[in-house]
């Protein structure tokens, strides 16, 4: 199975990522997972951690002359804030004085895990916890791209919105919508709310508040079949919810028409079959490319909705944990806006669940073999 692990702390010396059953001979680069690294960092509205570091990976195992081996890669990035946290976050014992953090913030994982694991210094929580793993995400989710473009499967994004501002998006296909987000550090394609998200962005930072958004994640060129409606866990469409709903701030999912279909009848939901030239074709995409769980040969659309950050520069009420006293929760560097920069990790985060179940149907030690494997599918496709 293809599977990742994360490791490391925000400011900790490194991220550490193990991507395991990817196939031998799948060309992975480190300029392409650097590229995709820096999309991440990049975005309206970023704080500054982001003028510090400048993330890169180090590949330790697992890929040799540029071509994956068929055994665990290790991936590790470096944190060069670590530096000014050296003392502070030693995992070694040391006599460095290094202020506690007690007051917890609204909205982060702060208060409950100090519940769930006994700590007396929130730094013992916020430190995981933090956005900055999806570096280490990105980078998985990079490497099964690779995978990925072998099989003609490309995975783009775009930013519908950020606070109130809403994009009038182009009825285009997804890859002219993506190389129109990426011209933008908004990473939207509509240049009228392109301006007014950056205003409003402006706006929030002003008034020490942060923003949240919604972003579009879409994938091209996914054969029919992948996922099953056989078991609740093996349906792609709530894998793929799962994965998105795991990345820090995202509080919401849809698929397709989303909760639109809730309001419509049937008749204006469900897409019509024709088939034409050889082949089974929907007339639209309301789906968003899953159906009964699997995909069913049209691109998957897929929406998550992220909530303002948690870190306030004008913070909200909070209590110490220590004396019980009403107090100001803790502010830690942050951003004011990181929808552009979570719709990337969205792609991450598809491309890898995609890969997996890509790899589950048809399985293959190497690349040569998975290839074999598809095109034997898709040839009998064309005879059903």
């Known amino acids: 199975m293809l599977r990742y692990m994360t490791a490391g702390e925000s400011h900790g010396p490194a991220l550490t990522t193990i991507v395991a059953g990817m196939p031998a001979g799948v060309r992975i680069l480190a300029e392409d997972i650097n590229h995709e690294l820096q999309r991440r960092q990049c975005g309206y509205g970023r704080g500054g951690r982001m003028r510090i570091e ?34 502070c976050m030693d995992p070694a014992p040391n006599d460095a004085s290094c202020e506690r953090v007690t007051c917890p913030r609204p909205g982060h994982a702060d208060l409950a895990g100090i519940f769930k694991y006994g700590h007396r210094d929130i730094r013992n929580v916020l430190e995981r916890a933090s956005a900055r793993e999806t570096a280490a995400r990105v980078a998985a989710g990079a490497a099964v791209r690779s995978l990925l473009r072998e099989l003609n499967v490309f995975v783009y994004s775009h930013v519908l919105s950020i606070g109130d501002v ?19 550090d908004v990473r939207c394609a509509d240049p009228d709310a392109v301006v007014r998200m950056r205003a409003a962005i402006d706006a929030a930072k002003e008034a020490g508040d942060t923003l949240g958004g919604i972003f579009e994640v879409m994938v091209t060129g996914v054969p029919p079949g992948l996922g099953s409606f056989s078991q609740w866990d093996e349906r792609l469409d709530g ?3 799962r994965a998105l709903m795991s990345v820090q701030a995202i509080k919401g999912v849809e698929i397709g028409l989303g909760f639109e279909a809730a309001r419509r009848p049937g008749s204006q939901v469900h897409d019509p079959i024709a088939y034409e030239r050889g082949q089974y074709v929907r007339l639209s995409n309301h789906a968003g490319g899953l159906e009964g769980g699997m995909t069913n040969g049209e691109p998957i659309v897929v929406r998550a909705a992220m909530k303002p950050i948690a870190t306030l520069y004008k913070p909200l009420p909070s ?4 004396t019980k006293e009403r107090r100001l ?56």
């Not at 009038?168 to 933008?184: G, I």
């Not at 979570?342 to 790899?359: P, Q």
């Open 54 to 87: 400048s993330d890169r990976v180090r590949i330790l195992s697992g890929i040799r002359g540029g071509y994956s081996l068929g055994t665990p890669i290790t991936f590790l990035i470096e944190n060069k804030d670590w530096e000014n946290w050296r003392q």
């Open 329 to 384: 929760a803790a502010i830690e560097r942050s951003d004011i806006c990181a929808v552009p920069a979570a719709s990337v990790v969205g792609e991450a985060v598809v491309a890898f669940e995609v890969g997996r179940a890509l790899l589950e149907k048809f399985g293959g030690d190497s690349l040569d073999e998975l290839r074999r494997n598809l095109c034997t599918y898709l040839d009998g496709l064309r005879h059903a």
């Open 239 to 241: 894998r793929l919810a």
């Open 166 to 184: 809403n994009a009038s998006v182009p009825m285009l296909p997804p890859d002219e919508l993506a190389a129109m987000a990426e011209k933008n």
């Open 319 to 322: 209590v110490d944990i220590d």
